[in-house]
């Protein structure tokens, strides 16, 4: 604003600016301005948020005065487009996890391996390739990773397993495995390069092996970043849609067969937004109500997460 | 050669540094024949074979263009305090981290030259680095234990290490030997960042005396610690000869004079004076050791 010296009293023997010491610059409109479109761009994403999940609730309203909470969590059969209508949520709760346990077996392990190579074993040329290649990893669209679960992960694992079927949980849910790895890799490596030197050199002078200073050290002073990438990770899965989707099958079942074809409730909601169901029937209510209970999954792993990383965490 | 003319040595230019008479000029605490000037109090380790001898050592770093070490010998008697000082980047931290291969860790660097622990090479061939640190403990410039419990950190490493005898008398110890036992006796099992700093030190040396080394070595120990703490840890250190040979780098002279039996001092990368701690401080043989005990340069 205004940057200019008043020059007020007599002009003094050097030419330094005398400045009005009452002139209001700190707390001058620009200031408060900024301010304030700081806090609305922070408010952004925590009202969409609670938009959301209005939404949700609201939209679900309707479905729940048609079917019974009892039922809704009762029954397991989830057959909204036949006549004769089921709508057990566990049919497609099971084949959504189903996948995210397939999808953590293959990316929490293989995520973390890679970060403790990544962060303490890689010289610096291995992972200056090792930490874009992952990062590319993360940049491949869901549906071409959707086509490769389809194209090439289930055939080959028709070579193992003979009678399985076209769609099925296992090639679907090691795909979105796949996908997550570089999630995990990337956020525990950060994790691991955020603890101090001085540790490990603190193991090392104890006369520990470097395994045991990266699964006793520094694996446990990292643990909490380590656990946010696990949690993120696995939220991601449970949301991810078009792999699912494309592999993974449209036929809600409550199993734990991963060989079987399945559906999960990101594919049940895809497939009634693309299809012809009338707005205000009781099947397109039924989005909302599978779509609440997806949102409120996401937000208890969040709680638990973050208890976790409180209670286990080794501050340093 | 330890009677060289003081003379000779042009004061602090780095030039005679590079005289060949540090090469031998160096006073190797075995007392050969001439004992220089007074063979006084301590007694000199003249019989006592050398815990620790380093022979002809050269260290480089960035893969030898940084030349760290040149040609220092030294022997580091049994159960004494052995303090090595100079000023800043004259090497002996990187001298210390030789002692127990800390430098390995440190990627692109190259030694020459061999150190010998109890007479066993250390830097043979055969000789794994892990078993070396076991053997030759460390503590650091910053106390640095583990985000842990105080109990952990002094177990940790005997752990590690396979120890399978009664934990917690090793643990109760190894604190009564860093002297810090009364301190947290009823706070073993909350973290060890509840400590203040120099509480935090001597549970680092703690952790180092519950492996059982033969050696420990402390870079700095109490620099970044305040005057009490310090000579806390001062005390622990005094203590601690008895059972182990120290080596001790510090860059405070008045420490060094405190705590040390041995001094030795180094110059960019060479050991100019090695001598009992009194001689050294009173009557040093070099002109740059005394340009930098009374305080002219460093």
Redesign the interface.
């Known amino acids: 604003m205004s940057t200019e010296p008043s020059p007020t009293l007599d002009a003094p023997a050097d030419d330094r600016p005398q400045d009005d010491l009452t002139q209001q610059v700190y707390n001058s409109p620009k200031e408060r301005a900024i301010k304030y479109l700081l806090g609305a761009c922070a408010l952004v994403s925590v009202l969409t948020t609670i938009g959301i999940a209005a939404v949700l609730v609201i939209e679900s309203i309707p479905f729940f005065q048609n079917v019974a909470l009892a039922e809704f969590f009762g029954d397991t059969r989830w057959t909204p487009q036949f006549a004769n209508k089921h709508f057990g949520i566990w049919a497609l709760l099971s084949g959504t996890v189903l996948v995210t346990v397939i999808s953590a077996v293959v990316a929490l392990p293989i995520g973390l391996a890679s970060a403790i190579f990544i962060s303490e074993y890689a010289v610096p040329w291995m992972r200056q390739i090792l930490k874009p290649g992952l990062e590319l990893l993360a940049g491949v669209p869901t549906v071409v990773y959707g086509y490769f679960a389809l194209t090439f992960v289930t055939p080959l694992l028709q070579t193992f397993i003979p009678g399985l079927g076209v769609y099925n949980a296992l090639s679907g849910g090691i795909v979105v495995g796949i996908m997550i790895i570089p999630m995990v890799a990337s956020l525990s490596e950060d994790a691991l390069q955020a603890v101090p030197d001085s540790l490990g050199q603190a193991a090392y002078a104890l006369g520990a092996t470097k395994f045991e200073t990266v699964v006793r050290v520094d694996v446990p002073a990292a643990f909490s970043g380590i656990m946010a990438s696990f949690i993120l990770a696995v939220s991601r899965a449970i949301g991810e849609t078009m792999i699912v989707t494309l592999a993974a099958g449209a036929t809600p079942r409550m199993t734990l067969n991963p060989a079987e074809s399945i559906q999960t409730m990101t594919a049940f909601i895809v497939q009634v937004s693309k299809g012809d169901t009338p707005q205000g029937t009781i099947v397109y209510q039924s989005i909302f109500a599978v779509g609440l209970v997806l949102f409120l999954i996401t937000l208890v792993m969040n709680i638990i997460a973050n208890r976790i990383t409180l209670h286990y965490q080794e501050r340093y | 050669m330890s009677t060289d003319n003081p003379a000779d040595d042009a004061r602090l230019s780095p030039a005679s540094v590079d005289e060949p008479t540090f090469q031998n000029g160096r006073a190797d605490g075995a007392a050969d024949e001439d004992a220089p000037p007074v063979p006084n109090s301590k007694s000199s380790p003249s019989a006592v074979q050398p815990k620790v001898e380093i022979e002809d050592l050269d260290f480089w770093y960035d893969n030898g263009d940084t030349h760290a070490l040149q040609g220092i010998s030294m022997d580091i008697a049994p159960h004494q305090v052995t303090a090595l000082i100079g000023p800043s980047g004259c090497g002996k931290s990187t001298l210390l981290r030789c002692v127990?291969r800390?430098n390995e860790?440190i990627?692109n660097t190259v030694l020459e030259g061999g150190i010998h622990v109890d007479g066993q090479d250390i830097y043979a061939e055969d000789t794994d680095p892990?078993?070396v640190?076991?053997r030759v403990?460390?503590v650091?410039q910053?106390p640095?234990?583990?985000?842990?419990t105080i109990y952990k950190n002094v177990a940790?490493?005997a752990e590690?290490?396979g120890y399978t005898g009664d934990m917690d008398a090793l643990v109760e110890r190894s604190l009564r030997q860093a002297a810090l036992w009364d301190e947290v006796k009823d706070q073993l099992h909350s973290?060890a960042?509840n400590l203040s700093g120099g509480q935090q030190q001597r549970l680092?040396i703690a952790?180092?005396l519950a492996?059982h080394p033969d050696v420990v070595l402390m870079d700095e120990p109490a620099s970044a610690l305040d005057p009490i703490a310090t000579s806390k840890v001062e005390e622990t250190i005094t203590e601690l000869k008895q059972d182990y040979t120290i080596v001790i780098v510090t860059h405070n002279m008045q420490q060094a004079s405190r705590i040390s039996d041995e001094t030795a001092f180094l110059y960019m990368g060479r050991l100019v004076e090695m001598n009992p701690t009194d001689e050294l401080f009173t009557r040093p043989e070099k002109d740059r050791t005394e340009a930098y005990v009374t305080g002219r340069f460093g």
């Open positions: 127990n800390m860790l990627e892990v078993m640190r076991r403990g460390m650091f910053e640095n234990p583990f985000p842990k940790w490493g590690v290490n973290s960042y680092c952790r180092t492996v």
